[in-house]
């Protein structure tokens, strides 16, 4: 059973930092894209980042985070992470991990990735 695993989210301030961390397992997914994603109340979900397979040579971000946000991926711990920088009130959400299915680049939309985790609130106060 695949499992995707999330966790680092938390309450912070406007400003700070934090790291997610998503755990994978049940399936090596070194060659997949993998992806973040957040969703706020009465909101679609919404693309964060994506990372492709393998070295990760192709990341992509959304405009809203793009030079705050750092995707990165280790295969070795079958793991991909979000380091957020610059935090704003705007960045409070709920993110999901999410991993493709024998698909190296997978873009940014919902419906490229197969696999999803549970989610981690991340709260930015003003």
């Known amino acids: 059973q695949v499992q995707l695993v999330e966790s680092g989210g938390g309450l912070v301030q406007a400003g700070d930092s934090l790291r997610l961390s998503c755990a994978a397992s049940g399936r090596t997914f070194s060659a997949d894209a993998m992806a973040w994603f957040r969703q706020t109340p009465g909101n679609e979900r919404e693309f964060v980042a994506s990372?492709?397979?393998?070295?990760?040579?192709?990341?992509s971000y959304a405009d809203s985070v793009k030079g705050r946000f750092t995707i990165s991926r280790d295969n070795a711990k079958n793991s991909v992470y979000l380091q957020m920088n610059s935090l704003k009130p705007d960045d409070t959400a709920v993110y999901y991990c999410a991993a493709a299915h024998d698909t190296i680049v997978a873009g940014r939309a919902l419906g490229a990735y197969r696999y999803w985790g549970q989610g981690t609130q991340v709260t930015v106060s003003s």
């Open positions: 990372i492709s397979g393998w070295r990760g040579a192709f990341t």
